[in-house]
């Protein structure tokens, strides 16, 4: 009866959906160096909130396994990723950040960054849908009580703070300084020193 349970949540239409929407954000995070600024964003318009809509319809889900969840997304994959967002806002990555747990009642301002809160959505998800993808039903369940819970504390926050920030840069005559499409990031091709240097190291192992 527990399987069929399980069985039952990880397919469930609303699970489905929230799979399909997730996949089509990491997606669109991944591929962005492809499209300009401004299509990034309007495509972020529109997935941001949909992806809070069908986040927030998933009930409560009971973790069934003791084993600890694996992450799929490394330091570099976060960070090749980051500095391709960097590059698509240049200087309009940050905003000011009007909710922060830590100073809610104070008087003090917070500048957040648009594309660490894109990428820290992202990773969660990201560790959720290759998990999901797996095809074990009880790791599949696992990893959405995982992301769900990461959701209420953590990233749900900042896709509702971040769309303030693409909202405004959608409908603004903000100038990205754009010339062409981006280029895959590679090893020696006028990357961040940080970058070029990761890459030494990992081929010298």
């Known amino acids: 009866m527990e399987n069929l349970d399980t069985h039952q949540i990880v397919y469930s239409k609303n699970v489905v959906e929230f799979v399909t929407v997730a996949n089509e954000y990491c997606t669109s995070v991944e591929n962005a ?3 300009s600024a401004q299509e990034n964003l309007q495509r972020l318009q529109k997935l941001l909130p949909l ?5 927030s319809v998933l009930p409560k889900i009971e973790r069934v396994l003791d084993d600890v969840l694996e992450s799929y997304v490394s330091e570099l994959d976060y960070n090749v990723l980051h ?3 960097l590059e698509i806002l240049n200087e309009n990555d940050g905003f ?4 922060d747990p830590s100073i809610q009642f104070g008087q003090e301002t917070v500048t957040a960054s648009v594309s660490e809160n894109l990428l820290d959505i992202y990773q969660d998800l990201k560790n ?9 039903e009880e790791v599949m369940n696992d990893s959405l009580s995982e992301c769900l819970f990461r959701f209420e504390g953590g ?3 900042q896709l509702v703070n971040v769309m303030r920030a693409v909202h405004m840069l959608v409908y603004s005559d903000t100038d990205f300084g754009e010339t062409e499409i981006k280029k895959e990031v590679k090893p020696g091709t006028d990357n961040p020193k ?4 990761f890459w030494e190291a ?3 192992i």
Request: proline share 0%; hydrophobic share 35%; aromatic share 26%.
């Open 33 to 35: 160096a492809h499209y």
């Open 128 to 136: 959720f849908i290759t998990s999901y993808s797996i095809g074990n």
């Open 202 to 204: 990992n081929e010298e």
């Open 51 to 55: 992806l809070y809509i069908k986040t």
């Open 155 to 157: 990233w749900g926050q």
């Open 83 to 85: 500095q391709k967002w």
């Open 96 to 99: 000011y950040e009007v909710f």
């Open 194 to 197: 940080w970058l070029d240097n």
